[in-house]
């Protein structure tokens, strides 16, 4: 298997929405996109599916050794990830500073479960989704600095979007990404959470967390796409693509009155692609 073809089943045996604005790309941009976003699940897997803390943290010690090699002056990666982003990574200004702090960003999830206020989960966020969002917007395309900013944005909504999708699946694992503040100020108890039983987790009170939750939400990606500037509208269209698909599945979590703890919402293959679809032909 070819680096190229390892990247490619990793980003399509995943299942994410990512995946469908992919197809979208031209070859080149989407070889780099599918790359990175490789390189993420890889990462990201370590926190998810290694159960031994200490092993995990070992892992991720590993991949920023890789990392740190790979970008050397004459070094040659041996990860496949590695070997099929690295080539792209100057034409799409990829830096080593973008993966680590990706990598930085999972090893928080191994020693943080709780976020006090809501300016320490955006500090996490950065990590895990601004970046990835900064990285996106270089290899889709910009002209203008404050694609940037817009990206940062976006990647903030879609993580909230995560977090809001996710307060069951977390919970399993023993995390609560809704900050302690806002748990504390609508009376909801982490026990509660962690609990995660259906007939009396679905509180009032729970609800009303929620809704300010996905309300945030919502009103991050009005704020992200207000600063999209015109000049790179076009360019960034994939990105706005996962954008709608996020959106809709947000729409989708808040119909169903945030379900969240005892199931994972998702849209079907056909209707992300749809999604996809329509906003590639409208532009927005």
Same mark, same amino acid.
């Given at each position: 298997?070819?680096?190229?073809?390892?990247?490619?089943?990793?980003?399509?045996?995943?299942?994410?929405? +990512?995946?469908?604005?992919?197809?979208?790309?031209?070859?080149?941009?989407?070889?780099?996109?599918?790359? +990175?976003?490789?390189?993420?699940?890889?990462?990201?897997?370590?926190?998810?599916?290694?159960?031994?803390?200490?092993?995990?943290?070992?892992?991720?010690?590993?991949?920023?050794?890789?990392?740190?090699?790979?970008?050397?002056?004459?070094?040659?990666? =041996?990860?496949?990830?590695?070997?099929?982003?690295?080539?792209?990574?100057?034409?799409?200004?990829?830096?080593?500073?973008?993966?680590?702090?990706?990598?930085?960003?999972?090893?928080?999830?191994?020693?943080?479960?709780?976020?006090?206020?809501?300016?320490?989960?955006?500090?996490?966020?950065?990590?895990?989704?601004?970046?990835? =969002?900064?990285?996106?917007?270089?290899?889709?395309?910009?002209?203008?600095?404050?694609?940037?900013?817009?990206?940062?944005?976006?990647?903030?909504?879609?993580?909230?979007?995560?977090?809001?999708?996710?307060?069951?699946?977390?919970?399993?694992?023993?995390?609560?990404?809704?900050?302690?503040?806002?748990?504390?100020?609508?009376?909801?108890?982490?026990?509660?959470?962690?609990?995660?039983?259906?007939?009396?987790?679905?509180?009032?009170?729970?609800?009303?967390?929620?809704?300010?939750?996905?309300?945030?939400?919502?009103?991050?990606?009005?704020?992200? +796409?207000?600063?999209?500037?015109?000049?790179?509208?076009?360019?960034?269209?994939?990105?706005?693509?996962?954008?709608?698909?996020?959106?809709?599945?947000?729409?989708?979590?808040?119909?169903?009155?945030?379900?969240?703890?005892?199931?994972?919402?998702?849209?079907?293959?056909?209707?992300?692609?749809?999604?996809?679809?329509?906003?590639?032909?409208?532009?927005?």
């Amino acid at each position: 298997m070819t680096p190229e073809q390892y990247v490619q089943d990793k980003a399509a045996k995943s299942g994410s929405s +990512f995946y469908y604005a992919f197809l979208f790309l031209p070859p080149q941009r989407r070889l780099a996109i599918t790359a +990175f976003y490789a390189f993420c699940r890889e990462v990201d897997d370590v926190v998810d599916e290694v159960s031994d803390p200490s092993v995990a943290a070992a892992k991720l010690a590993w991949w920023k050794r890789e990392v740190q090699a790979a970008f050397s002056p004459g070094a040659a990666p =041996g990860h496949p990830v590695l070997k099929a982003l690295l080539p792209l990574a100057p034409s799409f200004d990829i830096r080593a500073e973008h993966l680590l702090a990706v990598i930085e960003g999972c090893e928080t999830d191994l020693t943080q479960t709780r976020f006090l206020d809501y300016a320490s989960l955006q500090r996490y966020c950065h990590l895990v989704a601004g970046i990835v =969002g900064e990285v996106a917007a270089n290899i889709f395309g910009r002209s203008q600095d404050a694609t940037v900013a817009y990206a940062h944005r976006l990647g903030l909504a879609m993580q909230l979007t995560n977090i809001v999708r996710d307060v069951g699946e977390d919970a399993r694992r023993g995390r609560i990404y809704l900050p302690v503040a806002e748990l504390q100020r609508f009376d909801v108890k982490a026990h509660e959470l962690l609990k995660r039983d259906p007939p009396w987790g679905y509180s009032d009170r729970f609800q009303a967390l929620m809704r300010f939750q996905a309300e945030r939400a919502q009103a991050t990606y009005d704020e992200a +796409f207000a600063l999209l500037p015109a000049a790179d509208r076009q360019a960034q269209k994939p990105g706005l693509m996962m954008a709608n698909i996020y959106r809709s599945l947000l729409g989708e979590i808040q119909s169903q009155d945030f379900q969240v703890l005892h199931q994972r919402t998702s849209l079907t293959p056909l209707r992300k692609l749809w999604i996809a679809a329509r906003t590639h032909l409208r532009g927005r």
